[in-house]
């Protein structure tokens, strides 16, 4: 690989699978009190759901700082290699201020920073993709540059049973958790522009899964060659009956369909028992 790609761990991206790509996660951080853990390297998710249910202090998460960064791109550099690192969105994290920041300080390298305008299995995507891009010989221009023309054309629609998950962190607001907390209501969130909205709501949580697939399978058949991702908190069961109902309604063009267990960094956003579809046309075979 010709350019080294950087990402950071709301990819989802475990170091056994980092080291099969050959990509550099740098670390967000879990809190449980004054405990500041890194994501996936001192907290596992099993580690994670067997302290959330002894902690008394609910969790949340703090990003790298730049010098965490840096050392990654120093590394880099000194072997002359240029470096596009992809990070989530900026709506939701200040992860890619200290990537920006940490690029600055390393001037000697070209060094491409890209906000994904997205997390977790949509993060996760683009880094694949960049990697198969830099297999083939793309520069690292070449590669943010497909990175970002293909914003447009990636989706997220969720459902988490617990809404207070996301507003205690800040995700959602605190009307719109405590009325659907009171009306029984279990919206279906999308990700837009990297912010989460709300694409329906309903009344239960059968048909919320329900209204998410429909809407995801009428969109996938709008898009041509597409890569899917179902992802789950620790709900592997209802993301196999996800997968399953996707597939059994979508033949061409999708080109790949696999089942992603969510890190701790992103469960304590979304809460135990949320499940999401992701999808890409990234448009590299």
């Known amino acids: 690989m010709s350019v080294a790609i950087v990402t950071d761990s709301t990819s989802d991206i475990d170091p056994l699978r980092a080291q099969e790509l050959g990509v550099d996660v740098v670390p967000l951080f879990v809190l449980f009190g004054e405990r500041s853990l890194k994501d996936y390297v001192e907290l596992t998710r099993a580690q994670f759901y067997a302290t959330l249910h002894t902690e008394r202090v609910l969790p949340n998460t703090s990003q790298p700082s730049a010098a965490m960064f840096e050392a990654v791109f120093r590394k880099h550099a000194s072997a002359g290699r240029d470096i596009v690192c992809v990070v989530i969105s900026q709506s939701l994290s200040g992860t890619i201020n200290a990537a920006s920041t940490a690029a600055a300080a390393v001037p000697e390298a070209r060094i491409e920073v890209v906000d994904s ?55 959602i607001g ?81 080109r790949s369909l696999s089942i992603l267990e969510a890190g701790p960094v992103i469960a304590v956003h979304a809460g135990p028992g949320a499940v999401g579809v992701f999808y890409l046309d990234d448009r590299v075979p």
């Open 117 to 171: 305008q997205t997390v977790a299995g949509g993060l996760r995507m683009q880094v694949e993709q960049a990697v198969r891009l830099s297999n083939r010989g793309a520069t690292a221009a070449e590669i943010a540059e497909n990175l970002r023309q293909n914003w447009d054309s990636q989706r997220l629609f969720a459902i988490a049973p617990d809404l207070s998950h996301l507003e205690r962190t800040g995700r």
């Open 174 to 254: 605190k009307a719109k958790a405590v009325l659907g907390t009171l009306l029984r209501i279990v919206p279906v969130l999308r990700l837009r522009s990297g912010n989460v909205e709300v694409e329906a709501q309903v009344r239960t949580f059968n048909r919320a899964i329900e209204v998410m697939i429909a809407t995801a399978v009428g969109q996938i058949r709008d898009y041509g060659a597409t890569r899917l991702l179902v992802m789950h908190t620790n709900a592997a069961e209802l993301a196999a009956r996800v997968a399953q109902d996707l597939r059994s309604r979508l033949s061409s063009p999708v």
